[in-house]
């Protein structure tokens, strides 16, 4: 008799409710899936990791664009589609890792990252396969041009401690910026002197420099500097 009902819904091409095999649903997961992962790729390898080499955000940044569309496409034929999404955005918005913040910029890729994501396992039949492809185009190139265009040139900004505190006179700002040129190696445009340790004679200061994203070592994290702290 169990024998009999098993053969009877796989007949039926349905396991305990369930369809056990539709080639058209199946065929859209795989092409959606293949471009979703393709698009998330391109921002992720191809843009992101290539200016920043850090490994730990480009892992993180693939899975959870692989689990976001999984989920989205599969929940999709709930009805939950615009709910779920905006659950999502509210979830990963606040995300904090328990060691440090994520910086602005990881947390922007993940917002694009989850963004596209959700269009492209949300979307559904009343949006064409044109205005989907259109719309990813069109986040990778607004990437693209931010990354490689806008922001090549970028100021970025240390913090030192430093011991010859006879150098921090104005007439002296030249030898200052000699000097650590010298022993950084980083070509310093300008220097903004912070808290002055008489006692150790010590100062702290801020040094300005254009990146040069093709020497960018990556996978180094920098903290956040309070200057108005007390030693």
Known sequence: MITDLILLQADQNQLLGTYF?????????????????????????????????????????????????????????????????????????????????????????????????????????????????????IVILIVYVLEKVWLMKNEVKKVINYEKIELIHPDKRIELIEDLTKRTGLPISRIEIGRINFLRDTVRLIIYYQEDRNNNVGDVEVGSFDDSRTE
């Open 21 to 137: 095999f539709e080639m058209e649903s199946f065929l859209s997961l795989i092409i959606r899936f293949t471009f979703n992962l393709l698009v998330v790729g391109i921002i992720v390898r191809g843009l992101y990791y290539t200016i920043t080499r850090k490994k730990n955000y480009l892992f993180s940044f693939m899975l959870i664009g692989v689990v976001v569309f999984l989920v989205c496409y599969l929940l999709e034929s709930l009805g939950i589609g615009v709910g779920f999404a905006l659950g999502l955005f509210a979830i990963f918005s606040i995300i904090r890792y328990r060691t440090n913040p994520i910086p602005i910029k990881e947390m922007t890729y993940l917002f694009v990252v989850i963004g596209v994501s959700v269009v492209n396992g949300l979307s559904t039949g009343d949006v064409t396969y044109f205005e989907l492809v259109f719309t990813n185009i």
